[in-house]
């Protein structure tokens, strides 16, 4: 923010001595028994705990040659020189603010993140060196402390200056707000910025990895949409003019075009599609984004966003539709009424297999298990069997159970019905005797 003000006001001198020399972030530290410094943001710019996060650091390399390109691109805008020195303030200002905030800072916090995943790996976890704390600055560096203490960040759009912010400015262009109104990307980092804490509390370090490389396909969704911002505002624009939207857009392509072409050579021509329209070249005046921003849209879909867990819908479209990241997918309506259709197929799948182990355990609790002995208890029984069960009890022999089992009135020889039958035959015989009451009053 103090460059950026420095950079609007011209004092281009104060603002590349603040960069060298300013000192706002921590510096690494192997042991506590090591010094307490701070980083300069040249010094982010050119730190070598970036090869910690080998995947960015290869593709940067490989995208631009020169693994201090971004740092190179700032001190030569500040002095006048290279390829924006002789721009206007404005255009300036936009190449130098936007380099430090979206490729400087970007690729430090993604770093800062190697760290930890190695940290976590030779189980370095608490203390001011472990993976605990650099975790927690792996956060600061993506949120920024301007945000404030609300959900989602400050209101006041103009307060954050890092990844966060920038994911809640194009959340309002492309439509990809949650229900609490702040970018759903962000809703998403929460979560997984969380999750690596989780990890790194459990010393799980193999799920902290997957952690680590969402976090990183993550974060390229507000620079895809903030490039497809840019590529609508210039369409139709001259290369050479002096307008400070065309260095913005550059410095933002910029930030995607080493992950795009990170994939071969099929996927590199689509980002050299997206360079082509997007990308100044000193001594060519070329019409950008001549074949609209649609098209671009469509490059980063085929080398970014097809395979990636955050694809075209986290992009989302423009109100009108008139840009879709997802319009080779069918269009965005589409794939999100496919999600919601898979959603409801997976709600349906669950809330059956929940009715079937309840009715298993209905019948269960009423019949028995087949075959369960033991711990599992004695299943119900009928009437009949339970009587059976009594009468054994009371000595009666197998016998003796064929008609009540066989559902007869006829008495089998000696059963209990011959014998009952037999006893109630000398009651019939003195019906005309006297019947005594008995104390409860009923009959005898």
């Not at 804490?197 to 974060?219: Q, T």
Request: net charge negative; charged share 20%; with cysteine.
């Amino acid at each position: 923010l103090q460059v950026k003000i420095l950079t609007s006001l011209q004092s281009y001198q104060s603002a590349k001595y603040l960069y060298i020399y300013g000192r706002n972030s921590p510096v690494h530290r192997n042991t506590e028994n090591d010094p307490y410094l701070l980083n300069s943001l040249q010094q982010m710019a050119k730190t070598e705990i970036r090869q910690n996060m080998d995947q960015v650091y290869k593709e940067n390399a490989e995208y631009f040659r020169d693994i201090n390109y971004s740092d190179k691109v700032v001190l030569q805008t500040l002095d006048g020189e290279g390829k924006y020195g002789s721009k206007s303030a404005e255009y300036r200002y936009e190449v130098v603010a936007k380099t430090i905030q979206y490729q400087i800072m970007h690729v430090f916090a993604l770093a800062q993140m190697g760290v930890v995943r190695n940290k976590c790996r030779d189980s370095n976890i608490d203390g001011l060196d472990g993976a605990r704390h650099g975790w927690d600055h792996v956060a600061a560096l993506l949120i920024g402390s301007l945000e404030g203490t609300e959900e989602g960040g400050s209101l006041d759009l103009e307060d954050g200056q890092l990844a966060w912010n920038l994911a809640n400015k194009r959340a309002h262009q492309f439509n990809t707000m949650n229900t609490q109104k702040y970018a759903q990307v962000n809703s998403e980092l929460e979560q997984l910025l969380f999750s690596g804490s989780g990890a790194i509390h459990a010393r799980n370090c193999e799920f902290f990895n997957m952690v680590d490389d969402d976090v990183h396909k993550l974060l390229m969704v507000p620079l895809i949409q903030s490039t497809l911002k840019y590529a609508i505002l210039n369409e139709g624009t001259w290369s050479e003019n002096d307008d400070p939207h065309i260095a913005a857009g550059e410095t933002l392509a910029l930030s995607v075009l080493p992950h795009a072409a990170s994939y071969g050579n099929y996927r590199f021509n689509y980002a050299a599609d997206i360079a082509d329209v997007l990308v100044t070249r000193p001594g060519t005046n070329f019409i950008m984004v001549k074949y609209g921003p649609q098209a671009v849209a469509n490059s980063l879909y085929t080398s970014v966003l097809k395979d990636s867990p955050y694809g075209c819908d986290y992009v989302g479209a423009t109100p009108t539709h008139s840009v879709d990241a997802c319009a080779l997918a069918g269009g965005l309506t589409k794939v999100k009424e496919s999600e919601e259709g898979s959603s409801s197929t997976v709600m349906t799948v669950v809330f059956i297999v929940m009715a079937m182990v309840c009715l298993v355990l209905l019948f269960w609790i009423m019949y028995g298990s087949p075959g369960c002995t033991g711990l599992c208890g004695d299943s119900p029984k009928s009437k009949s069997q339970k009587k059976l069960d009594d009468e054994h009890a009371g000595g009666a022999k197998p016998e003796e159970t064929v008609s009540i089992m066989n559902g007869s009135d006829q008495a089998v020889p000696g059963s209990i019905l011959e014998r009952t039958r037999e006893e109630e035959e000398p009651a019939v015989a003195n019906k005309n005797e006297k019947e005594i009451p008995n104390p409860q009053g009923e009959m005898a």
